[in-house]
């Protein structure tokens, strides 16, 4: 089992330009998570997704961020335009099932300039 | 939405001490989640706890489930360099389908 994957691992962009964070969940795992940690809010949660179907993206900070799972094996997390408040490490996770463990990945750092 | 405060932010101890960290809810809890994340990595799964008053143990770490279902706690005995990381609870109500994270406790051990 290769665990989450997500891609890139750094991404480094200029205010403006979009950004797309990718995330292959594990296999089988019915729920998918976007994360956003920074120093200052700590772990955020900004939208799951439970059978490709996004239930809750309340945490999505504004218009600029968007998130779509076009199937079980694939997720992404869109910025545009990127801000240099938007600077964070980026985390997805999935999990089995509801209130199940989750599985994060490994992140990709966000540096916004 | 549901909220679950942790504390300490931040524990410095001197290696062997021991280590408490908690968290605390307003609403009972279905269940609550532990997780190690250390510096530069991600959050990793360390234990479950379902049941009222419910006490589990892995090597030095004691983890223990209020009998209110409110609280939690996470123990570690005589700590050790490699306990260094941030530890996060994280917990699920029954009405909600999502685990909401604490700001989690950041633990440094000195040699």
């Known amino acids: 089992d290769a665990g989450v994957i997500q891609s890139p691992r750094h991404e480094v962009t200029e205010m403006g330009q979009e950004v797309t964070l990718r995330c292959k969940p594990i296999?089988?795992?019915?729920?998918l998570f976007w994360y956003r940690q920074t120093m200052m809010r700590g772990l955020e949660l900004l939208i799951y997704?439970?059978?490709?179907?996004?239930?809750?993206d309340s945490g999505m900070p504004e218009d600029r961020f968007s998130a779509k799972m076009p199937n079980a094996s694939f997720s992404t997390l869109k910025i545009q335009p990127s801000e240099p408040r938007d600077s964070a490490v980026y985390f997805c996770?999935?999990?089995?099932?509801?209130?199940?463990?989750?599985?994060f990945g490994n992140g990709t750092r966000l540096t916004v300039t | 939405g549901q909220q679950v405060m942790q504390i300490p932010q931040y524990q410095h101890v001197q290696e062997g001490e021991d280590f408490t960290t908690y968290c605390n809810s307003s609403?009972?809890?279905?269940?609550i989640q532990w997780y190690k994340q250390r510096p530069g990595g991600h959050p990793v799964f360390l234990i479950q706890?379902?049941?009222?008053?419910e006490v589990k143990k892995q090597k030095r770490l004691t983890f223990q489930f209020g009998e209110a279902k409110k609280n939690s706690s996470l123990h570690i005995t005589a700590t050790q360099t490699t306990d260094v990381g941030t530890y996060f609870c994280?917990?699920?109500?029954?009405?909600?389908?999502?685990?909401?994270f604490g700001s989690g406790t950041q633990l440094t051990v000195l040699p």
């Open positions: 996770a999935s999990g089995p099932g509801t209130g199940a463990p989750l599985h």
């Open positions: 296999s089988g795992h019915n729920s």
């Open positions: 997704f439970n059978n490709n179907v996004p239930i809750d």
């Open positions: 609403t009972t809890l279905s269940n």
């Open positions: 706890l379902v049941k009222s008053g």
């Open positions: 994280a917990a699920q109500s029954g009405s909600a389908r999502q685990l909401t």
